[in-house]
């Protein structure tokens, strides 16, 4: 049975940092593409980063790139999302993803339960 189990979201102040986890269970991490999304209430699911199985290349979108990055520790099956420099409008649940693809744009397969991002004063 596949499992992601995301952690390490809290509360953060803005400016503030945090450096989320997607942990596996019966299934690796290093061979597959590795997703992170956030939805906030009355909002759409968006996609934070995605990285590549093939050769670990990564993929941003505009509103959180140079303050988001993602990277894979191959020892612990885990991935990483760091976010730095936050603002409210992080704020959201986040997820991980994964699919035993080497393509970003690939039809995810697992999903994680979520973990909670508060930025707030």
């Known amino acids: 049975q596949v499992q992601l189990v995301e952690s390490g979201g809290g509360l953060v102040q803005p400016g503030g940092s945090l450096r989320l986890s997607c942990s596996a269970s019966?299934?690796?991490?290093?061979?597959?593409?590795i997703g992170w999304f956030r939805q906030a209430p009355g909002k759409e699911r968006e996609e934070v980063s995605c990285?590549?199985?093939?050769?670990?290349?990564?993929y941003y979108p505009d509103s959180v790139k140079g303050r988001f990055a993602t990277s894979r520790d191959s020892a612990k099956n885990t991935v990483y999302l760091q976010m730095n420099s936050l603002k409210p409008e992080d704020t959201a649940v986040y997820f991980c993803?994964?699919?035993?693809?080497?393509?970003?744009?690939?039809?995810?397969?697992?999903w994680g339960q979520g973990t909670q991002v508060t930025v707030s004063s």
């Open positions: 993803a994964g699919v035993e693809d080497p393509d970003c744009g690939a039809e995810w397969q697992y």
């Open positions: 019966g299934f690796t991490l290093d061979y597959s593409t």
């Open positions: 990285i590549s199985a093939i050769d670990d290349s990564t």
